[in-house]
């Protein structure tokens, strides 16, 4: 007669390979544990669930359990099982949130492969009890970093993944924050939409629901304030997630006077449930201080649906400002307005524009132009530091000098011509650079062959590119 030790740290996995027969009883001891059946299952939480998680699960002594499946291998083979627990009981996940995002990765992969919803949710229940927000958003993460599940699939399912949890999900308290915080407009933008969302049910006419399309400002902003700070948190999963949803309300959108104005109003009630109850919590516990002053900002160059914020946030304190440590700026990097340049990306960028550039200072001086692959008129580096009296012929100077002398006294600001040059229909334009305190700092001169976007006709959307195109 061989033995075997049974501890607190032996995995139930492990036990049912080594005595297969063991499957087929788990349900005896527990009708939870009949779950490990389950091929998904045994392959996330099986793998580290140990006889202490297990009896955790069924709220069941330790020692009873081992001694259930101790008997059951004694009774059913030749092996002499010992038993050995330890002082302090063993599991197999570093704490008990790990544990349950290990169940939720399985409760989701079985719902992707085929799992029934209303089952799954009963035993999302039955195993999981309570669960946090930010929970699910993590497990969502953790699929797509392992390369279970692609961002496709959870945003096609990703309906479904929050029908398994919304139970729970909506006994948690939403976030309320002080008016001004970047969370506050968002939720009363929220709940302005909720009203028109009452009012589009109650009579749906299409001045409703052309209000409601205003809640493209709201996905704007949580693209391109939000998502991005999420994102440089290693939290991008579920951002694209959300970003795809977005997309799908904006083709509603699209659609104008003929969108079913019931499905468009579900369609964004859904997006706010899914933004309250997952995405807002999972911000609100990632983010700190400095990354809610960074989401702030920018935030009116986007605009707000419906809503103007409050200014009760007041974030930035002379504390606060002596703890920021600002990374220094490399040498060969520009710190420009809405963003930081090597000297090289700037060139890159001049070079590769489909237009030409050049730009004249205040004292009437070519200081630039951008060489680009595709020249209409010639220019060459002599023209550097040469007046612009000297670049243009007589015949056409005293034009080019008036629209200099308009821009230099703040008549005007732009000045704009088209002409034919053979094949290419060429668009030139004057515009008058100020600084901030609106001194005159040079004309920026900008030159494009539009003969291709003259031809256009119909129109081509980003999801056809790559059709009939080289």
Not at 131 to 159: F, K, P, R, W
Not at 242 to 266: C, N
């Amino acid at each position: 007669m061989s033995n075997y030790i049974i501890s607190d740290a032996t995995k139930i996995i492990e036990l049912i390979d080594k005595f297969p027969f063991l499957e087929r009883l788990l349900d005896e001891l527990d009708p939870i544990l009949k779950r490990f059946q389950n091929p998904i299952l045994r392959k996330t939480v099986g793998r580290k669930a140990t006889m202490t998680d297990v009896a955790n699960l069924i709220h069941q002594d330790l020692k009873s359990v081992i001694d259930y499946f101790s008997s059951k291998i004694e009774q059913n083979t030749e092996t002499k099982v010992d038993v050995q627990i330890g002082s302090t009981s063993t599991s197999g996940f570093e704490d008990e949130q790990v544990r349950k995002r290990e169940m939720l990765k399985a409760l989701v992969l079985e719902l992707h492969a085929g799992g029934e919803k209303s089952a799954l949710k009963a035993r999302f229940k039955e195993i999981l009890g309570d669960v946090e927000a930010t929970d699910i958003a993590s497990m969502e993460q953790e699929l797509i970093n392992s390369g279970e599940l692609t961002v496709d699939q959870i945003t096609l399912l990703c309906d479904l993944h929050v029908g398994i949890f919304e139970d729970t999900l909506e006994k948690k308290q939403t976030p309320q924050e002080t008016p001004g915080h970047p969370i506050h407009t968002y939720m009363e933008e929220n709940r302005a939409a909720e009203e028109l969302i009452k009012s589009i049910r109650e009579n749906p006419t299409p001045e409703l629901v052309r209000k409601l399309a205003d809640i493209e400002i709201h996905y704007t902003r949580l693209e391109n304030q939000l998502f991005p700070i999420l994102e440089k948190n290693l939290f991008e999963g579920p951002t694209q997630v959300m970003w795809a949803k977005h997309d799908e309300v904006r083709q509603l959108i699209r659609q104008g006077s003929e969108v079913d104005a019931e499905e468009f109003a579900t369609q964004v009630e859904d997006m706010i449930f899914k933004e309250e109850t997952i995405l807002f919590p999972t911000s609100l516990e990632l983010l700190d201080i400095q990354d809610w002053q960074k989401v702030k900002n920018g935030e009116e160059e986007i605009g707000f649906a419906w809503v103007t914020p409050g200014d009760e946030w007041k974030p930035v304190t002379p504390e606060l400002i002596h703890q920021i440590e600002e990374k220094p700026i490399p040498v060969d990097t520009l710190d420009v307005q809405t963003g930081k340049l090597t000297l090289e990306q700037i060139n890159l960028i001049m070079t590769n524009l489909p237009v030409e550039i050049s730009f004249i200072n205040e004292n009437d001086e070519v200081i630039y132009y951008s060489d680009t692959k595709e020249r209409i008129f010639p220019r060459s580096p002599g023209i550097i530091g040469r007046k612009v009296q000297r670049c243009h012929p007589p015949k056409s100077l005293d034009k080019v000098m008036q629209i200099i002398e308009a821009f230099r006294t703040g008549q005007k600001d732009v000045a704009e011509f088209w002409i034919n040059m053979g094949d290419k229909f060429v668009h030139i334009r004057y515009f008058a650079v100020r600084d901030n305190s609106g001194n005159y700092r040079g004309t920026l001169e900008i030159m494009q062959d539009v003969s291709s976007i003259r031809a256009l006709e119909g129109e081509r959307r980003l999801v056809n590119w790559g059709e009939n195109t080289k």
